[in-house]
């Protein structure tokens, strides 16, 4: 496993964050015999802006430079992907036929874009992973708490129905009773008024009830087997998706 680093918005904002992952990615393939990594087989995870990250170098894992990147030689391409409650349509996180609330232009995604949504729509496009979901995109693994009162769980519904809508092979679980942050270690952590981080809830509750959805044979034999999200069922995922001759859940 590699930890990889990326600009930090307002300081840098989209499409930044985006090339320096798909950076990292090329790296890494272009040094692979030196780490012993198999250059076919790289895998990203992330959750939260990590998740969001994620969901957008997997859709855009076909194309070999995007516009403005730098020119290279290399694949950018993974071949699977976990998504943890990553923003997935910006711009449907704003009801654009209402008046402007105090708090747009603070939002996380405002910092991201370099402004409200609502003032940067052609970024807050070019930023969502669900409105750049083709045919082809590699095998997506996405878990979001019901309870997530900072990104909506509709946001990896959205992901989610993108990706089977285009043929892609996606796995979705909606966790009970969770909020924002569980894939984090830790204790709970209160960001503000109705901001609360679920800090280290999956690893103290693997078994809280869940609701999947999976299209391929896979999916449904991984969902049947972990019915509950878990660090397990993620283990399972990259097993099939990466590991050679490993392609049971």
Known sequence: MVSIDYRLAPGTCHPGQLFDV????????ANAADHGIDPDRIGVWGSSAGGHLAALTGVHSATTRLRGEEPTTVDSSVQAVVDGYGPADLPGLVDLSAERTPGEGHSPEASLLGGAIRD???????????????????????????????????????????LVAHGNDAILYL?????????????????????????????????????????????????????????????????HTLKPGTRTP
């Not at 992973?129 to 909506?152: C, I, K, R, S």
């Not at 924002?180 to 981080?197: A, K």
């Open 120 to 162: 940067r729509l052609d970024a807050a496009r070019s930023a969502s992973p669900a409105l750049h979901v083709a045919p082809g995109a590699p095998p997506f693994l996405v878990m979001h708490g019901v309870a997530d009162n900072l990104v909506p769980f509709t946001q990896s519904v959205a992901l989610y129905d993108a």
């Open 22 to 29: 798909r950076r990292a990615v090329r790296w890494l393939r």
């Open 175 to 239: 966790i009970e009773g969770f909020g924002h942050g569980f894939f984090n270690p830790g204790h709970v952590l209160e960001l503000g008024p109705d901001q609360t981080l679920d800090q280290g809830r999956l690893e103290r509750d693997p078994q809280a009830p869940a609701s999947t959805r999976a299209v391929s044979d896979f999916g449904r034999a991984l969902t049947e087997r972990y019915s509950s999200a878990s660090f397990a069922a993620i283990e399972a995922f990259f097993s």
